[in-house]
């Protein structure tokens, strides 16, 4: 079976704040394809797709976080996931077939197949820390998880296939480290290469949207907690938008969030329109997957609003949602407290104000102290231009799910409980960057773009 990866799209424009969760989102796949092999003799030719020294998915990998960072090091998240996600699912496989004997096989072929094409010390340093890493080694895990969790009769067999595979490893580490240490290999390698030092033909590299940038940092802080990203239709049914949101028809809600709806052909069965949030997602999700549930929601919205410098018909947002057995306010105000120091930074302070949305009960309105001011109210001896003298700025609305919401799902509101959050993609990065007109995002100014590189 050949490896079936596919580098995400502008994989070759992403910047290094945002190239560790896309090898991250890369590992989570290879896990899958690893799944489908373990244990057979298909697995070696997916090994060799991954690590082969001349065509390697990996090194693609490898070369483009060298690239961006100077080094490849197992202090890079990303990587580490990636590397570790095929180890995980054959520990896994192994500790649910009850007998993990025949799985010693699959980790020998993983690990010779990387360390056998590793080029350098810092390859070969790689290779090691997935072996002997304390925290996240294959050598601690299969002790962790076959050993310990094996039947009591299978136990010395275990530990002695363990012994064997641990000499083994520890050997062939020693022999392959001896080789690259010489550099013999690593000057026939470069003996090989083609000469590239032809100088080639500058091309301008352009960058990531200030928006894109924006959500690809959101998006990374909420999945190094553990959500997961996903994205809907912008094209929604009043039912998805509304009425499963526990808004009904004739609620007057729907008046702040009035938008376009298509002209359909005369028959259609069901109107529809251009979402006025990404919330129909959470929807959506809850109908496929039972609880726990923790999403984020990043995409484009719509609402017939006139244009001015705080407002536009389209602009953008990220939805967060978090259901569970036992999610408590706590949870949430923790989690949102985390996500802002993040993102604008330890020193801001943060406060909760109780406010009204259908779908949250209880509800919230988020704020921040102003961080152009310090929370202050006074810049440059006067009123600060950004909160007009409050020391708060308004970020966006929240709350705990209302109950309501878990009957258009089919969740027991009895059982489980959970929050929501919908954040404004365009206001964070104008009060992040001092943006004062919103409709400088939709322009296509050069002169304004390149000022975020």
């Given at each position: 079976?050949?490896?079936?990866?596919?580098?995400?799209?502008?994989?070759?424009?992403?910047?290094?704040?945002?190239?560790?969760?896309?090898?991250?989102?890369?590992?989570?796949?290879?896990?899958?394809?690893?799944?489908?092999?373990?244990?057979?003799?298909?697995?070696?030719?997916?090994?060799?797709?991954?690590?082969?020294?001349?065509?390697?998915?990996?090194?693609?990998?490898?070369?483009?976080?060298?690239?961006k960072n100077g080094r490849v090091t197992w202090a890079d998240g990303g990587v580490r996931h990636f590397l570790r996600a095929p180890v995980q699912r054959i520990l896994t496989l192994g500790l649910l077939s009850g007998d993990p004997s025949k799985y010693f096989i699959s980790?020998?072929?993983?690990?010779?197949?990387?360390?056998?094409?590793?080029?350098?010390?810092?390859?070969?340093?790689?290779?090691?820390?997935?072996?002997?890493?304390?925290?996240?080694?294959?050598?601690?895990?299969?002790?962790?998880?076959?050993?310990?969790?094996?039947?009591?009769?299978?136990?010395?067999?275990?530990?002695?296939?363990?012994?064997?595979?641990?000499?083994?490893?520890?050997?062939?580490?020693?022999?392959?480290?001896?080789?690259?240490?010489?550099?013999?290999?690593?000057?026939?390698?470069?003996?090989?290469?083609?000469?590239?030092?032809?100088?080639?033909?500058?091309?301008?590299?352009?960058?990531?949207?200030?928006?894109?940038?924006?959500?690809?940092?959101?998006?990374?802080?909420?999945?190094?907690?553990?959500?997961?990203?996903?994205?809907?239709?912008?094209?929604?049914?009043?039912?998805?938008?509304?009425?499963?949101?526990?808004?009904?028809?004739?609620?007057?809600?729907?008046?702040?969030?009035?938008?376009?709806?298509?002209?359909?052909?005369?028959?259609?069965?069901?109107?529809l329109l251009l979402r006025t949030h990404t919330s129909p997602m959470q929807i959506r999700t809850m109908e496929k997957q039972k609880p726990p549930v923790r999403v984020i929601v990043p995409g484009k919205v719509y609402r017939r609003d006139n244009p001015d410098a705080t407002?536009?018909?389209?602009?953008?947002?990220?939805?967060?949602?978090?259901?569970?057995?036992?999610?408590?306010?706590?949870?949430?105000?923790?989690?949102?407290?985390?996500?802002?120091?993040?993102?604008?930074?330890?020193?801001?302070?943060?406060?909760?104000?109780?406010?009204?949305?259908?779908?949250?009960?209880?509800?919230?309105?988020?704020?921040?102290?102003?961080?152009?001011?310090?929370?202050?109210?006074?810049?440059?001896?006067?009123?600060?231009?950004?909160?007009?003298?409050?020391?708060?700025?308004?970020?966006?609305?929240?709350?705990?799910?209302?109950?309501a919401v878990y009957g258009f799902v089919n969740y027991d509101a009895k059982k489980v409980s959970g929050f929501a959050f919908g954040i404004g993609i365009d206001r964070l990065a104008m009060l992040k960057y001092g943006i004062d007109d919103i409709q400088v995002f939709f322009?296509?100014?050069?002169?304004?773009?390149?000022?975020?590189?």
């Amino acid at each position: 079976m050949h490896l079936d990866l596919k580098f995400p799209e502008h994989w070759d424009d992403i910047g290094s704040g945002q190239l560790q969760s896309a090898i991250a989102r890369l590992g989570e796949s290879l896990e899958q394809q690893v799944g489908q092999v373990a244990a057979t003799e298909d697995e070696e030719e997916l090994f060799s797709d991954l690590f082969d020294r001349e065509y390697g998915f990996f090194w693609t990998i490898y070369s483009k976080v060298r690239a961006k960072n100077g080094r490849v090091t197992w202090a890079d998240g990303g990587v580490r996931h990636f590397l570790r996600a095929p180890v995980q699912r054959i520990l896994t496989l192994g500790l649910l077939s009850g007998d993990p004997s025949k799985y010693f096989i699959s980790l020998r072929r993983y690990l010779e197949s990387f360390v056998n094409n590793t080029m350098d010390v810092e390859s070969f340093t790689l290779a090691r820390a997935l072996w002997e890493s304390r925290a996240e080694g294959i050598k601690s895990a299969i002790g962790d998880s076959w050993l310990k969790k094996a039947p009591p009769e299978l136990r010395p067999e275990i530990g002695r296939q363990y012994n064997e595979f641990v000499k083994f490893v520890d050997k062939y580490l020693k022999l392959r480290f001896s080789v690259i240490e010489s550099g013999a290999e690593q000057s026939a390698f470069a003996r090989d290469r083609i000469d590239l030092s032809l100088p080639g033909v500058h091309r301008p590299i352009g960058s990531h949207h200030l928006i894109r940038q924006v959500f690809q940092e959101i998006e990374d802080i909420f999945v190094s907690i553990g959500f997961s990203v996903v994205e809907g239709p912008e094209i929604e049914t009043p039912y998805y938008n509304f009425e499963a949101l526990n808004i009904p028809e004739f609620h007057p809600v729907r008046d702040d969030m009035d938008t376009f709806y298509l002209e359909l052909p005369k028959g259609a069965k069901t109107p529809l329109l251009l979402r006025t949030h990404t919330s129909p997602m959470q929807i959506r999700t809850m109908e496929k997957q039972k609880p726990p549930v923790r999403v984020i929601v990043p995409g484009k919205v719509y609402r017939r609003d006139n244009p001015d410098a705080t407002h536009s018909f389209a602009f953008h947002q990220i939805e967060g949602l978090a259901v569970d057995t036992d999610i408590t306010f706590c949870d949430f105000t923790g989690t949102i407290e985390y996500f802002v120091r993040q993102f604008f930074g330890a020193s801001v302070k943060t406060r909760f104000r109780p406010s009204y949305f259908p779908f949250t009960e209880p509800s919230i309105e988020f704020d921040v102290s102003c961080p152009f001011c310090g929370g202050t109210g006074n810049s440059n001896g006067g009123t600060c231009s950004k909160c007009k003298g409050a020391a708060w700025i308004e970020l966006f609305g929240a709350g705990m799910v209302d109950p309501a919401v878990y009957g258009f799902v089919n969740y027991d509101a009895k059982k489980v409980s959970g929050f929501a959050f919908g954040i404004g993609i365009d206001r964070l990065a104008m009060l992040k960057y001092g943006i004062d007109d919103i409709q400088v995002f939709f322009q296509n100014d050069v002169r304004f773009l390149r000022q975020f590189p």
